[in-house]
């Protein structure tokens, strides 16, 4: 039985079902659904733009997005996948295109509500530094190859 203040959104099953959360315990779930912003991306549209300024994290609902860097295609990201992470950890510029190649739609987080995540949620954190973790891995034999 859910504790009776528990307000239940379809946000918190559809975060349930994305990898980056599926070790979350509800009231986990239920933090993270209240933050960030949810947008309808049209396809072909930028999500990011490498060597901008900016600081949100992007975590993909539905729909896919393909990452570029340098005009080649890195990576493809689709419900679950994140990007947006390294500039809003760091500050610094980012290090790729991001593209909608279908309609998406996503939750976004400003810097202050990733940083909000991290803090809150260790099997998120844990979660998104293990992708990270792996994305280097595969970036650096791309560079050896």
């Known amino acids: ?9 379809p946000l918190d099953d559809e975060l349930h079902n994305l990898s980056v959360f599926v070790d979350c315990p509800p009231r986990t ?3 993270i659904s209240t933050l960030g912003t949810r947008l ?11 060597g901008t ?11 896919s997005a393909s990452c570029l860097v340098r005009g080649v295609e890195e990576a493809r990201f689709g419900p679950g996948d994140f990007f947006g ?5 760091d500050g610094g510029p980012r290090t790729a295109t991001v593209v909608a190649t279908t309609e998406m739609e996503v939750l976004v987080l400003n810097a ?3 940083e909000m995540l991290f803090k809150s949620s260790p099997e998120v ?3 998104m530094l293990k992708v990270m973790a792996q994305r280097l891995r595969q970036a ?6």
């Not at 039985?1 to 959104?9: A, F, S, V």
């Not at 309808?40 to 490498?50: D, E, M, V, W, Y």
């Not at 992470?85 to 950890?89: G, H, S």
């Open 53 to 63: 300024r900016t600081a949100e994290v992007v975590i993909v609902l539905s729909g």
């Open 29 to 31: 779930l239920r933090r």
């Open 112 to 114: 202050l509500e990733f």
């Open 125 to 127: 954190a844990h979660q």
């Open 40 to 50: 309808r991306i049209r396809a072909g549209q930028s999500l990011t733009t490498a």
């Open 140 to 145: 650096n034999a791309r560079a050896v190859a």
């Open 1 to 9: 039985m859910l504790p009776r203040r528990y307000k239940h959104t």
């Open 85 to 89: 992470e390294v500039a809003a950890l």
